[in-house]
């Protein structure tokens, strides 16, 4: 297959520690990130010439650019909403496999927490584009005004059609928190919660808890990507992008899938998966570890179900008591802790710790954590990779 | 029980644009009019340029029955903006001309919602330019 599988690498990661504050600002952080990420390459500033970010970070490839030193840049461009974490590793591979580049760097900058100035969630509506005002005006005057609320929509249609019950969720966030309270640089070190912790935690919006939903966070984290060849002169053992794709399916509106003919599926997860694991060449069950979507618990095992790690509905089953997600288990997840236990750097630090479980580095680390899957973007435009030790 | 509103606070309204002013303007008249393709007769919700399915520009606001079931609701219990009075309902409602809509109930208590429950629209004049097209449980 001529495509981009195999050809490229994640060769450098930076990121700064997650917190309620970080005290600088994004820019301040991102430059930061990015040189701890030469660093860690064995890079210089002048060896990146290309930049793919997010269209909602606070920052820009100017300031960047100019703040760090770099040279010309050859290959420039953004990413979209919450399916862009994988999808910027994809722009960033094609770029250096057409040699459009040679080294391109991929960031988020994010001061969520502490809203120092940040961009995206803040829009108004005079900002909005003529998409998210048809949706707006459908739905901001009846008070679906959070994203919280969309979640609890399509979740409450979820549980309806498989007989499920919202305290099953638990199990997710669990297992995240006993996974991040391992990670010393996430916001929940050390403090690991129980399934009564969950199931005491007070209801946002009926069925979603407090205690399904991300944890605001400032952060930073930058990823460098080069060709495999290059790769493998480098400092660190290469990261091989085994698979990468994208999937937006038709009849779906962004984050907002009220009017597809079953909102209790992930469809664009489904097509995802489906070419994500025929470029890798690989099957499910062949997959060590996975970083999936975690911004709202119920999330997971309707992915689970939709990239075919187990049937339809029965998501909540795989997740039920713990043992198949966690360390040790069949499918452990989100081993940094993700979205419910590191921090919500928005899924970036999913790829992030992909890495680190291939370089044998992360804090809960899987032992032969050869292939990883990672997912971002569950109920809207989504991306996914497949990134492995070997090629 | 109905959403309320905390009247201190402005609703979050949106501008009208060009695709959706033929719904809004029939609200405010006290019709539910949903886009209509001319050529193949399909329903679509929230309005487009073009029919998904043939693809035609040709289209109308078409008058609903007004009728559906609950697809699916959510309940806030804490409020996610000062406009909105928690705890309150989100329902959306697939209507018997299969679009979705995004609404809320009248009369109805967040326990008395469930899923394939009949309902019909109501008209609530919430500002003298703007009423919002909500339901009430059928029988």
Not at chain 1, 141 to 164: C, D, K, Q, T
Not at chain 1, 350 to 365: F, N, P, W
């Amino acid at each position: 297959m001529n495509n981009i599988s195999n050809k490229a690498a994640i060769v450098g990661i930076g990121f700064s520690g997650f917190s309620k504050d970080s005290g600088k600002t994004e820019l301040h952080m991102i430059c930061e990130c990015i040189k701890a990420a030469l660093d860690d390459a064995g890079l210089v500033p002048p060896d990146i010439d290309g930049i793919v970010k997010h269209s909602d970070d606070a920052t820009d490839e100017h300031s960047v650019t100019s703040s760090r030193g770099m040279g010309n840049l050859t290959y420039f461009g953004e990413n979209r909403w919450n399916g862009a974490p994988c999808a910027m590793v994809l722009r960033a591979a094609i770029g250096v496999t057409t040699a459009a580049a040679n080294y391109v760097v991929i960031y988020r900058a994010v001061n969520e927490a502490s809203k120092r100035r940040m961009r995206g969630s803040s829009r108004n509506m005079a900002q909005l584009d003529t998409g998210d005002l048809l949706q707006w005006t459908y739905h901001a005057p009846f008070g679906l005004v959070s994203e919280a609320g969309r979640v609890a929509m399509i979740v409450r249609r979820y549980m309806h059609e498989y007989s499920i019950n919202s305290d099953q969720f638990g199990w997710v966030t669990t297992v995240c928190r006993e996974h991040g309270a391992k990670n010393p640089d996430g916001i929940f070190y050390g403090k690991p919660i129980t399934m009564k912790d969950y199931l005491e935690s007070r209801i946002i919006v009926d069925p979603i808890r407090e205690l399904d939903c991300h944890e605001e966070t400032d952060g930073a984290i930058a990823l460098i990507i080069t060709t495999a060849e290059k790769a493998e002169k480098l400092k660190q053992k290469p990261v091989y992008i085994r698979g990468a794709t994208q999937s937006q399916v038709a009849g779906t509106e962004e984050r907002k899938g009220f009017y597809r003919p079953a909102i209790s599926d992930l469809p664009e997860m489904k097509h995802m998966g489906e070419r994500l694991f025929a470029m890798a060449g690989v099957n499910p069950r062949d997959i060590k570890v996975a970083q999936l979507d975690d911004s709202f618990a119920p999330l997971v095992p309707m992915q689970l179900e939709e990239l075919g790690f187990c049937d339809r509905g029965e998501g909540t089953a795989f997740c039920d008591g713990g043992n198949r997600i966690r360390v040790g288990g069949e499918l452990p997840l989100n081993t940094s802790g993700g979205c419910l236990g590191e921090g919500h750097i928005y899924g970036v630090n999913h790829v992030l710790e992909a890495v680190r479980q291939i370089r044998g580095t992360s804090s809960a680390q899987v032992s032969d954590a050869d292939l990883v899957l990672v997912a971002s973007g569950a109920g809207g435009s989504t991306s996914g990779l497949i990134l492995g030790g070997s090629r | 029980m109905s959403i309320q509103y905390n009247k201190e606070h402005p609703l979050p309204t949106p501008p009208m644009i060009w695709e959706n002013m033929g719904f809004w303007e029939g609200t405010k008249e006290h019709r539910l009019v949903f886009q209509r393709c001319k050529e193949c007769g399909t329903w679509v919700h929230p309005p487009r340029p073009a029919c998904p399915k043939c693809r035609s520009f040709e289209k109308e606001w078409a008058p609903s029955g007004g009728k559906g079931t609950v697809y699916s609701w959510a309940t806030y219990s804490e409020s996610p903006h000062p406009a909105f009075v928690a705890p309150y309902s989100v329902v959306l409602v697939e209507m018997d001309e299969g679009v979705r809509l995004i609404s809320n109930l009248i009369d109805t208590k967040p326990e008395g919602i469930s899923i394939g429950m009949p309902v019909e629209v109501v008209f609530d004049d919430i500002a003298d330019d703007l009423t919002l097209p909500k339901f009430r449980k059928v029988g």
